[in-house]
């Protein structure tokens, strides 16, 4: 009897440091994450005039999202451009870094050439290839010039400006996730290839029965946080096309349109009604995805 | 033992967290040596220089009032002021244009000035008239006025020379515009005539007063994007590019058409006297005054230093403004060659600054100028002019259907 209420005391004095422990970031997460979340859903019921004023309009910005054509637009813009950047990124930094895997000569300096981007600030990398870019002066258009093509307009053509920003975003994406694949791979114990190899498979079938399965739990995670990333871009989209741009209808993203209300018409109720609306959208999908992980994620 | 120390330190650390934003408070105070600091909120780079020299006058003056500068640039300034004036967090003292006063001053986030002034005995007959009754709110004055901008037809002479086109004048209007575009485009060399800008102060505004058409009605109750002379004059601007004499809104979009026009490749463009010191580093630009449609008319607009009203300083606050607002400051303006000073009388100090150029076009501007219209919302319809007339200027849509649309959605911002 005695033992067993000691150990509980025990347990519970434990538990008490951990919380204290957490503590300050517990108390950072509320101030600065959960609270705002709570003020948001609140003000998503009101309409804003200048300067802070506001007041109550039920459910009004709720309808207006229903009935808002540009509303409808940035969701499918932001659609294709998840579509794109997901799949691919995902599946070219598991390339990379399965390369960057083997023994070769000078692979910390390839790594380090893959990660730069990632800690470049992503304002200077929309610069950077928004210069590129540029119709009359970029030198995109240059090269195909010396063989004779006119090149299009990458960013103010409303075909092809959406896509133009897919291109720098899973160029400036692989880095980062490499950097988490490249952490899985080398968590797969060695005696499986070891085993593999006297088994004498091949390198194709080593990576899609080895290297695959035993990096799906990295791919999972790696798959829920470049769409929620991918859900929320904003700075390349603000960076790189101009706000009388003519191609910003066609590439400007539900973030995008979020700021507008937001910053720009200071009709801060309507876009808490679209955060909210995209909080509930990632809500949903994520979700999805671990309901479906069961299908494909191996945990051993 | 250990275990206490530890949570000394979480503890500590914590406090150490959260006390930081008052102890940053407590700092912009500033008592602590007898010298009070303010803060001063503008947007413009190029006006670093002089602002700076202007500081270190009214230190001479006032040693024990420091000023902190913030700069913000343009596109983001008054997103930053909306959400600072909400949290009580605007700069001392801070730049104001005429679009955004009448909404400031009704959410009584800056200070009326009219008092201050009465009993300091400052007068406000040091500056045009048209400016004052911009800043002015409900019989109120808001704002002391800094500088104020016209707009000039810049242009190349190099590319003129090229071309054998005499340099622009006073005779020139709108046929010879287009007729000398059409002289100075040259497709070969990528030359463009002039730049159809997409902006409304040195762009299409201009050239619907001048056609005889208005922005807003004089009762500021209904927008005049709809009347025949503004349609007239909005197809003027958009002619330019459908016939090749301009760059394409998208081009424009890429490169700012003060960059192609600064590195040579447009021959003249509408620009204000805020890019002298920019375009006098490139001894081929000159300026002259802007064409004239069926009557000459240019728009006019001045910035002003206004006070905010959560400041914990005003009376330091108000000593800046009335220096900023002093001949002085305006002299220094003047002489720099930054900006037009308001204050009257220092213009000529102004034009002399830099006397390759001819910059007496901006002051012959001011006589028949039209003030930029301002009202509670003016900035909300200059973001539907941006929204709906980039459509008209890349062809995507007619003039008509352009300006029927921007009429009804600014009709509506008015109606609010």
Not at chain 1, 165 to 190: C, D, E, H, R, T
Not at chain 2, 237 to 249: A, C, D
Not at chain 2, 346 to 359: C, G, I
Request: glycine share 8%.
């Amino acid at each position: 009897m005695k033992v067993s209420s000691l150990a509980k005391t025990r347990k519970r004095s434990d538990y008490f440091w951990a919380y204290l422990m957490i503590a300050p970031t517990m108390l950072g997460l509320f101030i600065f994450y959960l609270w705002p979340i709570v003020q948001n859903f609140y003000f998503s019921f009101t309409e804003w005039g200048a300067f802070g004023q506001y007041e109550w309009t039920g459910l009004d910005n709720y309808k207006r999202l229903l009935e808002d054509a540009a509303l409808l637009q940035a969701f499918k813009n932001t659609s294709i451009y998840i579509i794109f950047t997901v799949p691919i990124g995902i599946f070219l930094s598991i390339i990379v870094a399965v390369l960057l895997n083997q023994n070769i000569k000078g692979k910390s300096i390839y790594r380090t050439l893959y990660f730069l981007p990632v800690i470049t600030m992503p304002a200077a990398i929309a610069m950077v290839w928004k210069w590129l870019y540029n119709a009359d002066y970029g030198m995109f258009n240059y090269l195909l010039s010396l063989v004779g093509i006119e090149g299009p307009q990458w960013v103010s053509d409303p075909k092809i400006a959406l896509y133009s920003i897919i291109a720098v975003a899973i160029w400036s994406g692989i880095g980062y996730n490499m950097v988490i694949f490249l952490s899985g791979l080398q968590g797969i114990p060695k005696m499986y290839y070891e085993a593999a190899e006297i088994d004498g498979a091949g390198p194709v079938t080593v990576f899609f029965k080895i290297t695959l399965p035993l990096l799906s739990p990295v791919i999972f995670f790696v798959s829920i946080m470049s769409l929620i990333g991918a859900f929320q871009v904003f700075d390349l989209i603000f960076m790189m096309i101009g706000k009388s741009s003519t191609a910003l209808e066609s590439t400007q993203s539900i973030v995008y349109l979020f700021y507008q209300h937001a910053f720009v018409l200071n009709d801060k109720g309507y876009a808490a009604a679209i955060s909210v609306l995209l909080l509930a959208v990632i809500l949903i999908i994520t979700a999805i995805q671990m309901v479906l992980q069961k299908k494909w994620v191996h945990y051993d | 033992m250990k275990k206490w120390i530890i949570m000394l330190l979480t503890v500590v650390l914590g406090v150490i967290g959260l006390s930081g934003c008052s102890d940053s408070d407590a700092a912009s105070g500033g008592d602590k040596d007898g010298k009070v600091e303010i803060t001063y909120g503008f947007w413009d780079k190029k006006q670093v220089p002089a602002i700076e020299e202007i500081i270190k006058l009214f230190n001479e003056k006032y040693p024990d009032i420091q000023v902190k500068t913030e700069i913000t640039p343009y596109g983001q300034y008054f997103q930053k002021l909306e959400t600072a004036a909400t949290g009580g967090a605007l700069p001392d003292v801070l730049w104001m244009n005429g679009a955004h006063v009448v909404q400031y001053a009704e959410g009584k986030v800056i200070l009326p000035l009219s008092e201050m002034a009465e009993k300091d005995n400052y007068s406000l007959d040091n500056y045009p008239e048209s400016l004052i009754d911009l800043y002015t709110v409900d019989g109120d004055i808001y704002g002391i006025p800094k500088d104020y901008d016209t707009t000039g037809l810049w242009y190349n002479k190099k590319i003129f020379d090229e071309a054998g086109v005499s340099y622009p004048d006073e005779t020139w209007d709108w046929e010879k515009l287009k007729e000398a575009s059409k002289e100075l485009t040259d497709k070969e060399k990528g030359i463009w005539g002039y730049a159809a800008l997409m902006g409304n102060q040195g762009g299409y505004y201009d050239f619907i007063w001048q056609n005889g058409g208005y922005i807003i009605s004089e009762d500021g109750k209904s927008a005049g994007f709809d009347k025949p002379e503004a349609i007239e004059a909005l197809e003027y601007n958009v002619s330019f590019i459908k016939e090749g004499l301009s760059p394409t809104q998208a081009q424009m979009t890429e490169t700012a058409a003060s960059e192609l026009f600064s590195s040579g490749k447009i021959a003249m463009m509408f620009d204000g006297p805020w890019m002298v010191p920019e375009y006098k580093k490139n001894p081929d630009l000159d300026v002259a005054v802007v064409p004239q449609g069926k009557k000459r008319a240019v728009s006019i607009h001045g910035l002003s230093n206004v006070i905010s009203s959560n400041t914990k300083h005003q009376e330091e606050a108000w000593k800046f403004v009335q220096f900023l607002g002093s001949k002085e400051a305006a002299e220094v303006f003047a002489k720099t060659g930054t900006v037009i000073p308001a204050f009257n009388g220092t213009q000529d100090a102004w034009k002399e600054s830099v006397p390759d150029l001819n910059l007496q076009a901006f002051i012959d501007g001011a006589e028949y100028s039209v003030p930029l219209p301002s009202v509670e919302n003016t900035g909300e319809i200059w973001q539907y002019e941006t929204d709906v007339l980039k459509k008209a200027w890349s062809e995507e849509i007619s003039i008509e259907e352009a300006a029927e649309e921007l009429t009804k959605k600014a009709n509506e911002a008015l109606s609010k």
